[in-house]
């Protein structure tokens, strides 16, 4: 079945480092991809999503290109705040699925040092 | 646009009670998703309604574990009786599937003694 592989946490970062949280996917067809982020005490929130190949979602910063030939959508950030510190979740959401839920990997702890 | 709605936020109770976790969902998404997050096995899905119908409950622990969706407003998980290992923190998301966003209420944090 469809399943999303990250790397295991926890990552921690000096602040103003670069980022990068590895993402990978199997799955038929070219499935929606996404990642979230869970700050402390709260529910996940979309960060950002690219739905087919080649696309670049983008915000606040973070980065990640779906690459179909490597099955990756490796999440990146070029100066980490310590506010970023959350946990990140790389999800799929498998092709022609209509309403069906989306697969999450086991997410990432993000820690940034000052 | 309010969002995802979940209540209580947090819940302590001891083993052996009923739980109620109740979810008001934003309008306009005809997907609702029930989660379990705990430290040891992450973010698990437990059930998920499409247009107020359960369409998977596969991920339900046990028979303890019930959820209603009676309108497009509203929605309960139900654990009877509740145990120790039923600690966790429970989240209603709600959706339009497919490439669309889930959106994530803040959880509610149980605590079975």
């Known amino acids: 079945g469809d399943s999303v592989t990250q790397m295991e946490g926890p990552v921690t970062l000096s602040e103003e480092a670069f980022l990068t949280i590895n993402c990978t996917y199997t799955a038929t067809g070219y499935p929606s991809l996404f990642w979230y982020v869970q700050y402390p005490g709260e529910g996940l929130q979309l960060l950002l999503k690219?739905?087919?190949?080649?696309d670049k979602g983008s915000n606040k910063g973070f980065e990640a290109t779906y690459r179909k030939e490597t099955t990756s959508f490796h999440l990146e950030k070029g100066s980490v705040q310590v506010s970023d510190s959350a946990v990140y979740f790389c999800?799929?959401?498998?092709?022609?699925?209509?309403?069906?839920?989306?697969?999450f990997g086991k997410g990432t702890r993000l820690s940034v040092i000052a | 646009d309010a969002g995802v709605i979940q209540s209580p936020r947090h819940e302590v109770t001891e083993m052996g009670q009923e739980v109620t976790l109740r979810c008001k969902p934003i309008s306009g998404h005809n997907s609702l998703f029930w989660y379990r997050q705990t430290m040891m096995r992450g973010l698990e899905l437990l059930i998920y309604f499409n247009n107020n119908v359960p369409i998977d409950d596969s991920g339900m622990p046990e028979d303890r574990f019930s959820a209603k969706m009676p309108n497009a407003s509203f929605s309960t998980l139900k654990i009877q009786p509740s145990e120790p290992r039923d600690s966790a923190v429970y989240f209603c998301a709600m959706g339009a599937g497919g490439a669309d966003t889930q959106y994530f209420g803040p959880g509610t944090r149980l605590t079975v003694l």
């Open positions: 690219a739905t087919k190949a080649d």
């Open positions: 999800a799929l959401s498998p092709p022609g699925s209509g309403n069906t839920p989306l697969v």
